[in-house]
């Protein structure tokens, strides 16, 4: 009986100085880098890249699709629904899939730099990729999410828009787009932005480094 206590004791104080003690022997789990927030000045130039990589996708998809490039095993090569033409649901999921990634990642650009002054030039920028994006999604898929879509988990269903809307809504974004690079080509206050970090003073994308010019010829060139 005596041991019967000893032991019920001991589990009560276990029990208490656990829930007694203050959580932070979790902080050694926190991960330093894994980033909880970002800024346009880092989130574009990588979303630059990651779309160059999945652009190269959609035209290797598109030239095998139209007879741009032919495959070397001959047309009955099996390894590959863009040679056969034995489409199902789950064919070239992946230019969908990162399609969207990637406008998460623009959508958050246009929400950021929307009424910030110092940030204008990213903005018109956001809304130029944002309308190249929907331009192939549209090309390839026809009706797709637009315009309750890239809110993450706030609409995990979002409806699907015809394709002469989403069209016609790209060529109003491309409009404002230009306006935008127009207005603040040589505005000091966005110059600025881009060629400054918080205090350390790094370059400039090139889409924002004096070329504002191009990017508005390249969103003309998609009207």
Do not use: W
Request: with cysteine; net charge neutral.
């Amino acid at each position: 009986m005596k041991n019967y206590f000893k032991i019920t004791t001991i589990l009560f104080a276990l029990v208490f100085g656990f829930t007694s003690c203050k959580k932070s022997y979790l902080d050694i789990n926190e991960n330093p880098n894994s980033a909880t927030s970002s800024t346009p000045q880092l989130v574009l130039p990588a979303l630059l890249n990651n779309m160059s990589s999945n652009f190269m996708t959609y035209f290797n998809y598109g030239g095998r699709i139209v007879g741009y490039m032919a495959n070397a095993g001959g047309v009955s090569f099996v390894g590959s629904t863009t040679i056969t033409y034995n489409f199902d649901s789950g064919s070239n999921t992946g230019l969908f899939t990162a399609a969207y990634s990637d406008l998460r990642s623009i959508q958050y650009l246009i929400n950021t730099t929307t009424d910030a002054p110092q940030y204008a030039l990213y903005n018109g920028v956001a809304r130029i990729l944002k309308s190249y994006y929907y331009q192939r999604l549209v090309d390839e898929y026809g009706d797709v999410p637009y315009t309750t879509a890239l809110t993450g988990a706030d609409n995990l269903t979002p409806k699907y828009d015809s394709q002469t809307a989403i069209y016609q809504s790209i060529v109003t974004e491309l409009d404002a787009a230009i306006a935008t690079l127009k207005a603040n080509a040589s505005s000091t206050t966005a110059t600025t932005a881009t060629t400054a970090h918080g205090a350390n003073s790094v370059p400039s994308d090139r889409s924002l480094g004096g070329e504002g010019t191009h990017l508005s010829d390249a969103a003309r060139a998609l009207l």
